[in-house]
């Protein structure tokens, strides 16, 4: 099913394929996915088993300094990863390797509940019987499970600052290195943040204003404290414990993460924020982030990462599951920028994600952004199940791979309830030896009558190593939908590249505006700080991209 | 202004210039005409600075400066600016988004302050009223899907609101009509002072009726083989390149 397009001078389309010809398609597909051991139709309850890579790489984000600086050109020439640094802290580290007691010991640092203990042993006994997916594009060493460290947390976060005073300050110094002050009046405005560093959360901004009105957004290790009842309720509804074996690993050791739950009819005053950071060596990611937004409420949340520089790949496996009831809209925008790896391909985070939405109720919407920049291997299908009628999912994403970057990344996006919508618009560009694909699902139930989706794909290439590929997955059940495919693959010339010299434009510039032209409909979904932050950093990727 | 010497140039080990000597004073307008494959695109280029071209021998004198030394976007920003022959689609870039970013770096390589956008965009306007060019032209992507006599337009545009001290033009009337030859022209003619210099290159004698030359070359084989006044350009029109005689050089 793969469809390699050969590089052409100029974008070319092929549009909107007949629908009998889809129906033969999403036949091909079938028997190709069961030879992949991609599950394609499992149960009426769409269970997926789609896997994300680990590799660290989610965007910096939220710089106050920087937003005001000119959103393109300023960092070009600065083309370090900035936020490689380490923060020397006295941490309580669990020793590496993966048993039962390691899983009880993480349950009891968070004085969980029984009910969790449980179904964290209950998804280890499953991980045990698993293994790691190959159907993916991406080709990494085998990963040592028991080489790694499950739980590494400042020792100064052990009796739970209760303010931000009793927080070490080294702690908040690496979050104003990377640019999101963590003290309220320095922060910025209209953004709270949850501040993750390793296994726990350092700190949660603007939590008291947000109370107000109702909204919950803590770490998630709280609300398992003090609102046990939504996260039994909804933990594991969206993507069960045993999804795939990256889930089931998660589920068995996430640390923390974020909580959110929107009242209903509450629009959510300001923009929700999580920022992870990977300090420790050795030591695995796997955060878990839950968000509910009850019948006609509203919320936007930001998500972004980084991580230190170093010779090792890091292991980062989270969880992210949205629940919207009726008339309910979460819009998830995410900038990754954990550290990629050096030019030579050495180090880097293996980005392994699941994340998932669910439109529970009718006329709810879903919408995810991404930015993808980071990480060495990326791994990720940020997906919409659009059980509500007339509830509508969305995709944007922009994915860059450099040097020797691999990424795998799409979509899913499951028509149950009628009149459902489905948008996804992919821009991925691959530089150097960066090799990338779009793997994306759309499937029409039998009960999706009117369903629409909408499908855009297009690949930039920079320089002649790189490779683009793309592969649609297209199952329709209800002869009433509409699908509809484009993709497009083209390369930044030369000629381009001259033409804009000639005009006194440099070559950094010109590739960082061809590219942001190119990416400008994900652009626009994103809040105004990401946009701009975002912009600067696909420049700073692909700086030395050409030439 | 610009003093080309001697100059030898090369693609893929193909000799295309062999040496080839020109000299440009500032105000002056001089047209190169010549058979196809005889090497007035490589020229343009080689002076614009393409790196697909080689120099193997000479020298060009740019203001004083050795042009041959310096990166493309250097030689823009010093004033050089050549019209494609054939010019390039950039998908996804605004076209007056473009056309403000080179005019700004070029500004900024003068120490000029950017203009801000109301200055801009009143003289985008004005030179696009000039061009009779139609407003649809601002936020399309630069060149894509234009017509050829609508690229050489824009072309032309981008000429007049960088106004470049140095212009080479590149058949710039090929695929023109009568109608879009005069409006091209009166594009440069608005630019035409002591101050600026123009290096036209062409098939067509009739372009030179509309941007009258002061001298006229002939350009066979990578060489200049005559030069004369607009006269020659009458006279390579009426009997042809073959029967031009080479002369000395200028
Ligand atoms: N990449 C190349 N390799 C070899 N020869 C080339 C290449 N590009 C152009 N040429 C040749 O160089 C010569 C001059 O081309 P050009 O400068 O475009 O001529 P003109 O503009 O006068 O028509 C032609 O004979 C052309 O075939
Ligand atoms: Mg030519």
Redesign the pocket.
């Known amino acids: 099913m793969e469809s390699r397009h050969t590089m052409r001078r100029e974008p070319s389309r092929t549009t909107a394929l007949p629908l009998k010809l889809l129906g033969l398609w999403a036949v091909i597909c079938h028997k190709r996915q069961s030879s992949d051991g991609l599950t394609g139709k499992r149960t009426a309850r769409v269970l997926y088993s789609w896997y994300w890579p680990f590799a660290l790489g989610n965007g910096c984000i939220l710089s106050r300094d920087t937003i005001k600086q000119d959103p393109i050109v300023d960092d070009v020439l600065d083309a370090t990863y900035k936020y490689g640094f380490v923060t020397d802290v006295d941490a309580e580290s669990a020793p590496p390797g993966l048993n039962e007691d390691i899983v009880r010991f993480i349950s009891a640092k968070k004085n969980e509940p029984e009910f969790l203990l449980e179904w964290r042993l209950k998804a280890f006994e499953k991980w045990k019987k698993m293994t790691a997916p190959q159907w993916a594009k991406v080709s990494y060493p085998e990963i040592d499970y028991q080489e790694i460290c499950y739980y590494s947390a400042p020792k100064s976060m052990e009796d739970r600052p209760q303010s931000l005073d009793e927080v070490d300050p080294k702690l908040l110094e690496t979050y104003e290195k990377l640019g999101i002050p963590l003290a309220e009046r320095a922060a910025l405005a209209g953004v709270a943040v949850d501040a993750v560093f390793d296994s726990v959360s350092v700190a949660t901004t603007f939590k008291d204003q947000l109370k107000d009105v109702g909204v919950i957004f803590c770490s998630i290790s709280e609300a398992v404290r003090e609102h046990p009842e939504l996260v039994k309720k909804y933990l594991g509804s969206v993507v069960p414990a045993t999804d795939n074996f990256f889930t089931a690993l998660n589920s068995a050791v996430f640390s923390d993460g974020s909580f959110v739950y929107i009242p209903k009819g509450v629009r959510c005053p300001m923009e929700l924020s999580t920022y992870f950071r990977i300090n420790a060596a050795n030591t695995g990611q796997f955060e878990r982030t839950l968000i509910v937004a009850d019948e006609g409420s509203y919320v936007s949340y930001l998500e972004g990462c980084t991580a230190p520089m170093r010779d090792e790949n890091q292991l980062h496996a989270a969880v992210v599951e949205l629940v919207a009831l009726g008339d309910a809209e979460i819009k998830y925008s995410t900038v990754q920028n954990w550290y990629p790896g050096d030019e030579n391909g050495v180090g880097g985070i293996y980005n392994f994600v699941t994340k998932r939405g669910a439109c529970r109720g009718d006329n709810s919407k879903i919408s995810w952004t991404q930015v993808e920049t980071g990480s060495a291997i990326t791994w990720k299908y940020p997906s919409v199940i659009l059980q509500g009628d007339n509830s509508i999912g969305e995709f944007y994403s922009v994915a860059v791979t450099a040097n020797y970057q691999q990424a795998d990344t799409g979509t899913k996006m499951v028509h149950i309830g009628k009149n459902t919508k489905s948008t996804i618009i992919s821009k991925g560009i691959a530089a150097g030896h960066g090799d990338q694909s779009y793997r994306g699902l759309v499937r029409v139930q039998k009960g999706a009558e009117g369903a629409r989706n909408y499908t855009q794909c297009d690949s930039l290439l920079l320089g002649d190593r790189c490779g683009a590929h793309t592969f649609p997955y297209i199952e329709v059940m209800n002869s009433t939908a509409q699908v509809e495919h484009e993709a497009s693959t083209s390369k930044v010339s030369e000629d381009q590249l001259f033409y804009c010299r000639q005009r006194g434009i440099s070559e950094e510039d010109a590739i960082s505006m061809i590219v942001n032209g190119f990416c400008k409909e994900v652009f626009r979904e994103l809040p105004m700080e990401f946009a701009v932050e975002a912009q600067k950093l696909l420049s700073v990727s692909l700086e030395g991209a050409v030439g | 202004m610009l003093e080309i010497s001697n100059l030898h140039a090369q693609?893929?080990d193909?000799q295309?210039l062999k040496g080839l000597d020109l000299s440009i004073k500032p105000g002056e307008i001089h047209a190169i005409m010549?058979p196809?494959?005889?090497?007035?695109?490589?020229?343009a280029k080689v002076l614009a600075g393409d790196e697909?071209y080689e120099v193997t021998d000479g020298s060009v004198t740019y203001e004083g400066k050795d042009l041959l030394d310096m990166a493309p976007e250097e030689r823009a920003c010093e004033g050089l600016f050549l019209a494609f022959?054939y010019p390039v689609e950039i998908p996804g870039v605004n076209n007056t988004y473009f056309l403000k970013a080179a005019l700004n770096a070029i500004r900024a390589h003068h120490d000029e302050e950017e203009l801000d956008a109301y200055e801009f965009l009143a003289l985008v306007k004005e030179k696009m009223a000039l061009l009779e060019m139609d407003k649809s032209f601002k936020s399309r992507p630069v060149n894509v899907g234009f017509s050829g006599g609508e690229k050489k337009r824009n072309e032309i545009l981008q000429l007049t609101v960088l106004n470049p001290k140095m212009a080479v033009l590149d058949e710039t009337d090929s695929g023109l009509d009568v109608d879009a030859l005069r409006t091209v022209a009166k594009g440069v003619n608005s630019l035409r002072d002591e101050n600026h210099s123009f290096l036209v290159i062409t098939h067509y004698q009739r372009l030179l009726d509309y941007i009258v030359p002061d001298f006229v070359h002939i350009?066979v084989d990578g060489k200049i083989a005559r030069t004369g006044d607009k006269s020659l350009a009458l006279e390579v029109e009426d009997k042809g390149y073959t029967t031009t005689q080479p002369s000395a050089a200028p």
Do not use: F, P, V
């Open positions: 693609i893929d193909t295309i010549g196809n494959g005889s090497g007035k695109s490589t020229l697909a022959q350009m």
